[in-house]
């Protein structure tokens, strides 16, 4: 089975500071790790994505992840946070060995970052 | 959201009615997807769909049903069988399927929430 976890329902951060959100998962195998984004009263914007290779992965906006697979996490981070990044953040796992071929989600953590 | 539209964006529903959210996207994608979003629970898959005239059901997939006749369209009905209906449904789709070796990312619509009355 594959599961994700994201620990915290909420982070704080103000502005100009640096972010992070944390994802930690469980698969069998390798997983394929994936960070969306939710404004509220919309659909999710894919962020970016890890499959294979550098464990360092850049996305949109400025945001990037970095998958450890000896700790099973891919934290979301920013360098410096802005008010306009205030959403909801969803982590989501696939894991290519299972029979469950399709993604399973967190349950979202909520980034508040204040002027 | 470019690419998949959703419709209507708000929907009202009587108690014993079925009602039907629009989903309909023109990157040429093989696979859809249906999910309900409740607060604090994340996204939850309702139904897939691979390919034309092929779906599968998701982890909740009681009371809900679908169809799959164009490859651009995969509208969910919400029967009188699932109790509690309210929620925000998200359609989202990709290019190559549900493969176990897909790396394919999964694009999103806006959403269609559902109050029942």
């Known amino acids: 089975a594959q599961s994700v976890a994201q620990p915290e329902d909420q982070v704080n951060v103000a502005e100009g500071n640096p972010l992070t959100v944390k994802c930690t998962y469980s698969?069998?195998?390798?997983?394929?790790l994936f960070w969306y984004v939710q404004y509220p009263n919309r659909g999710l914007q894919f962020l970016l994505k890890?499959?294979?290779?550098?464990?360092l992965v850049k996305g949109s906006y400025g945001f990037e992840a970095e998958f450890n697979k000896s700790q099973t996490s891919f934290h979301l981070k920013k360098p410096s946070a802005l008010v306009s990044d205030s959403a909801l953040y969803f982590c989501?796992?696939?894991?290519?060995?299972?029979?469950?071929?399709?993604?399973?989600f967190g349950k979202g953590t909520m980034l508040l970052v204040s002027p | 959201d470019g690419g998949i539209t959703q419709s209507p964006k708000y929907l009202f529903r009587k108690e014993g009615q079925n009602v039907t959210l629009s989903c309909e996207q023109n990157l040429n994608h093989d696979a859809m997807y249906w999910y309900r979003q409740d607060p604090g629970q994340g996204l939850r898959l309702i139904y897939y769909s691979q390919i034309v005239n092929d779906f599968q059901k998701g982890d909740i997939a009681e009371g809900y049903s679908v169809s799959r006749e164009k490859k651009e369209s995969f509208p969910l009905t919400v029967t009188s069988a699932q109790k509690n209906p309210t929620a925000f449904y998200l359609c989202?789709?990709?290019?190559?399927?549900?493969?176990?070796?897909?790396?394919?990312?999964?694009?999103f619509g806006p959403g269609t929430r559902l109050t029942v009355l």
């Open positions: 989202a789709s990709s290019k190559k399927g549900t493969a176990q070796t897909s790396t394919d990312t999964q694009y």
């Open positions: 698969v069998s195998g390798n997983p394929y």
């Open positions: 890890y499959i294979t290779g550098d464990n």
């Open positions: 989501a796992v696939r894991d290519p060995n299972s029979g469950y071929s399709t993604l399973t």
